[in-house]
Nanobody, 124 residues
Framework: QVQLVESGGGLVQAGGSLRVACAAS????????MGWFRQAPGKEREFVAA????????YYADSVKGRFTISRDNAKNTVYLQMNSLKPEDTAVYHC?????????????????WGQGTQVTVSS
């Protein structure tokens, strides 16, 4: 079983940047595809980005493509989400997730383990 803890969220002005991180413990993340999801108040959890176990393949929601970059450092057991050109509509709690079946999926149900999330707030 793997435990995930997110960090790096905060308040930023529109157009700014943030990098959030997801530190894993209990198991090496080499065994997992990793994803980032976000959930705004009153909305369902939505897919943001995913990365294959090796980091060789990445996937993005259309709403963040070209602005966000997912990466992983398996030696540090950490996954990152670099967010640039942030917009007020990016405001949400950002969660990382791990998928032991290596599906690189876009659905929350495809992920086995979740972090508690980190709040990202973008002011206009």
């Amino acid at each position: 079983q793997v435990q995930l803890v997110e960090s790096g969220g905060g308040l930023v002005q529109a157009g700014g940047s943030l990098r959030v991180a997801c530190a894993a413990s209990g198991h090496t993340i080499r065994a997992y595809s990793m994803g980032w999801f976000r959930q705004a108040p009153g909305k369902e959890r939505e897919f943001v980005a995913a990365i294959s176990w090796s980091g060789g393949s990445t996937y993005y929601a259309d709403s963040v493509k070209g602005r966000f970059t997912i990466s992983r450092d398996n030696a540090k057991n950490t996954v990152y989400l670099q967010m640039n050109s942030l917009k007020p509509e990016d405001t949400a709690v950002y969660h990382c997730a791990a998928d032991g079946s290596l599906r690189d999926g876009r659905l929350p149900a495809e992920y086995d383990y979740w972090g508690q999330g980190t709040q990202v707030t973008v002011s206009s």
